[in-house]
């Protein structure tokens, strides 16, 4: 098939309709000292503390920035042992073992709308930075660096399209807390100075547009709020893409959105903007699907940050009968990390788990059908890439400029030949340093 | 326990794939594509044509086999029954037989078939490495071979009273009006009572194929727009120019192999550029060449010519300092001027040309 295609089969069906599950009180939980952008830590707490809701109990030191970590639960701390993160490697984790007392720390208290209303830009992203918020979309990024911003900024996105198949979690959370999620854009937009603000969703979203259209007429008269309907391909949800449909502004690879006007949240991460303005709380809790064709009951679930992956199987009514090869992918089946084993924990940025029935395709020689060219999003072409990764040939791929590559995997999903073109251009961003 | 424990393991994303995308799929809409233009040539000429397609396809299969077989045996491998590279399976094989035979000339001797259907399939596509590596297309590689070697022995079923094909009439006398005294332009169109290749008579037919492939997704549509297009402009600007009328560019499109060759031969995935432009670019280099070949070159037809010609020069298209997944403001700057400058060249070498 030689055509641009860009429509990938979403399977969300699965869980879409669900009402989430709340699974708030596990036995114990494990929170991630190291993660992919920290790579040390101190540990202010030692085994057998008592510690409450929300207390800090150490700090991941990363490349240029700090991020405090907190406890997710209260309860008694456990031993430091080593657990697969997101990224697929092995980290140290503390454990946390519940009292079932859900305490909250003493820091974490309501401000009024008055105090909230007098915070200028300073105070929210010091407010931000203490609570460690990151974009909980799955990058990881620090948010209180993206909100610390010195450029002017004509709008504000929030990033609703989850384009991945199979996820539901951001369209669950909008469903069940539009109001949440419109708030922590208020106050987003309080500390960005900005008067416009821009709620991107998938258009066959239909029952997000109802919602949230709906709450900001009846809640939030006031902000000037669009709800923006964009298209339902993939990868509609990479930013510069969201932009690109939104607002048509195209930002160059390499450029920073903030330097023409725009800036870009996930819906995840501006709920967890609200919590931490408006309760002191760091993210706790958070939306998460578990889903996949070797699950038996996929469901979303609310949890507590560092919740074990195996224990929301088994909630799930756990693996399908005879299910032979499994994969267990942390993030979406596109762009998601696949862990060799299901002892994984939830960190903050995972959105979801995916298990699926490992098919293994059987791959043809490349006929040079073009499908890839004309599907990349980055406007590259990886069947050349991969031929120049073949033949080791640097300048080539430097040529071709690999480097833009986002890896969403379109290129491998729509191949003809079934060959993982994906894998050769990653080889060849990795040669190219 | 009631079930085994699943193993996880590891692999790297995307983890889904197109459904229903493959080689297969492919290829055989390539083969029932042809399937029309195959039925009237069986229906035109009988066992003549059957013979010849058999012939070809037999031919490219068994060489493909027993080389496959042969490169085994040199490896040391065991003898398998089934080889894992042999394309019979994903149809390509049976699709350059067709192409292959659909181009041949009905008196074509058995042996010379065979000959053509041998060096096509081997020096056109299991030397470079099988299917995906070739460099040039193995039908049309072969088709040539023979047309230099056998020329003579090769000859069309020959109305006793146009005495060649429209081509050919044309080739010796270019400019001439007269020639539809012979070919009317429906007869053209449908493929009835004209001679030439058994499957390149019915344009009606070939195109019926073409739209079918794509509606399919199964080639590239731009690459035969752009080829019959630019042949039907310099056409157009000949006639213009000797103020010969409408007939003389449809004539062009319509006799030859244009419609088949740009159709089933030129998208060829493998042996055409990978980009939007590069494959727009690719059809209009391919016209042009079949269009000089034709008016100012020694035989009648250069489609086949022309499409070897340029085979050669797809990794140029590709070349990574030039080729871009989008057509940029450049490129279409460049193309145009090309094109104003292919315009002038053919002007020039027809008043030359008288």
Same mark, same amino acid.
């Given at each position: 098939m030689i055509k641009k295609s860009r429509k990938v089969r979403d399977y969300k069906a699965l869980t879409k309709a669900l009402p989430t599950l709340r699974y708030l009180n596990p036995p114990s939980v494990f929170i991630h000292l190291q993660n992919g952008r920290c790579k040390t830590y101190d540990l202010t707490v030692k085994e057998g503390d008592h510690v409450d809701v929300g207390e800090q109990i150490g700090v991941r030191h990363g490349g240029f920035f700090e991020q405090p970590v907190h406890a997710t639960i209260s309860g008694t701390i456990g031993k430091i042992s080593k657990k697969f993160h997101r990224t697929g490697r092995k980290v140290d984790c503390v454990e946390i073992v519940n009292d079932h007392k859900d305490i909250l720390h003493n820091l974490i208290y309501d401000r009024t709308d008055e105090e909230i209303a007098a915070l200028t830009q300073e105070d929210m992203v010091e407010i931000v930075k203490e609570k460690s918020l990151v974009g909980l979309g799955g990058s990881g990024f620090p948010t209180y660096i993206k909100l610390a911003t010195k450029e002017k900024i004509n709008t504000v996105v929030i990033n609703a399209v989850e384009c991945e198949p199979y996820l539901s979690s951001d369209y669950r959370l909008i469903l069940e807390h539009p109001g949440r999620v419109v708030t922590g854009l208020k106050y987003i937009m309080q500390a960005l100075k900005c008067d416009n603000a821009i709620i991107a969703i998938k258009s066959e979203k239909d029952p997000l547009f109802q919602v949230l259209t709906q709450v900001l007429r009846v809640r939030f008269p006031e902000l000037n709020v669009k709800v923006a309907k964009l298209g339902n391909h993939y990868p509609q949800g990479w930013e510069i893409e969201v932009f690109r449909w939104a607002l048509g502004i195209e930002i160059p690879h390499g450029e920073l959105p903030m330097k023409y006007g725009v800036i870009g949240f996930n819906v995840s991460t501006a709920v967890g903007v609200f919590d931490a303005i408006k309760h002191n709380m760091p993210v706790i809790k958070r939306y998460f699907t578990m889903t996949?064709?070797?699950?038996k009951f996929p469901q979303n679930i609310r949890l507590r940050v560092g919740t074990s992956v195996k224990e929301l199987i088994a909630l799930c009514d756990g693996y399908i009968e005879n299910a032979g090869e499994l994969l267990v992918i942390m993030g979406g089946p596109m762009m998601g990390t696949s862990t060799v084993?299901?002892?994984?924990i939830v960190s903050k940025t995972t959105t979801s788990v995916i298990v699926l029935k490992n098919v293994d395709y059987k791959e043809e020689p =490349?006929?040079? =059908?073009?499908s890839c060219v004309y599907s990349c999003p980055a406007h590259l072409e990886p069947v050349q890439i991969m031929n120049a990764v073949k033949r080791n040939d640097k300048e080539v791929m430097k040529g071709l400029e690999a480097f833009k590559c986002i890896e969403c995997g379109l290129c491998a999903y729509v191949c003809t030949s079934k060959i993982h073109v994906t894998d050769y251009v990653r080889k060849a961003k990795i040669k190219l340093g | 326990m009631e079930n085994t424990l699943p193993k996880i393991i590891r692999k790297t994303s995307p983890y889904l794939r197109r459904p229903k995308a493959n080689v297969t799929r492919m290829m055989r809409d390539v083969t029932i594509a042809l399937l029309p233009v195959t039925g009237f040539a069986i229906y035109k000429y009988g066992m003549t044509a059957l013979i010849i397609i058999a012939l070809s396809i037999l031919s490219m299969a068994v060489t493909e086999y027993l080389y496959y077989q042969l490169v085994d045996k040199l490896d040391g491998d065991k003898f398998k029954l089934k080889n894992k590279s042999y394309t019979l399976y994903n149809f390509s094989v049976i699709t350059s037989g067709l192409i292959y035979a659909l181009t041949?000339?009905?008196?074509?001797p058995w042996f010379v078939v065979i000959i053509g259907a041998m060096f096509g399939v081997f020096f056109g596509k299991l030397i470079f490495g099988g299917m995906g590596q070739n460099v040039f297309n193995p039908a049309a590689l072969g088709r040539v071979f023979i047309f230099v070697s056998f020329g003579t022995m090769m000859s069309y079923d020959i109305d006793a009273v146009a005495g060649s094909t429209a081509l050919t009439m044309l080739n010796n006398d270019v400019f001439n009006i007269a020639v539809l005294e012979n070919f009317s332009l429906m007869n053209l169109f449908t493929g009835i009572g004209i001679p030439g290749s058994i499957g390149e008579m019915s344009a009606i037919l070939i195109i019926l194929g073409g739209v079918y492939l794509a509606f399919r997704t199964?080639?590239?549509?731009r690459i035969p727009l752009a080829y019959v297009g630019t042949v039907a402009l310099l056409a157009t600007v000949v006639a213009l120019y000797k103020g010969l009328g409408v007939w003389y560019p449809i004539f062009h499109v319509l006799g030859g192999g244009l419609l088949f060759g740009a159709i089933f031969m030129a998208t060829d995935p493998i042996t055409s550029p990978i980009t939007k432009g590069g494959r727009i670019y690719f059809g209009f280099a391919l016209g042009v060449l079949t269009f000089f070949i034709r008016?100012?070159?020694?035989?009648?037809?250069g489609v086949v010519f022309s499409i070897l010609i340029m085979n050669m020069f797809v990794t140029t298209f590709d070349y990574h300092k030039w080729t871009n997944q989008q057509i940029t403001k450049k490129q279409k700057i460049i193309f145009l001027i090309v094109v104003l400058v292919t315009i002038l060249v053919t002007i020039v070498g027809v008043s030359y040309v008288g």
């Open positions: 996949g064709d070797a699950i084993s299901d002892d994984v =490349c006929v040079r =059908c073009g | 041949l000339p009905d008196n074509t199964s080639f590239e549509v008016v100012f070159g020694a035989y009648p037809e």
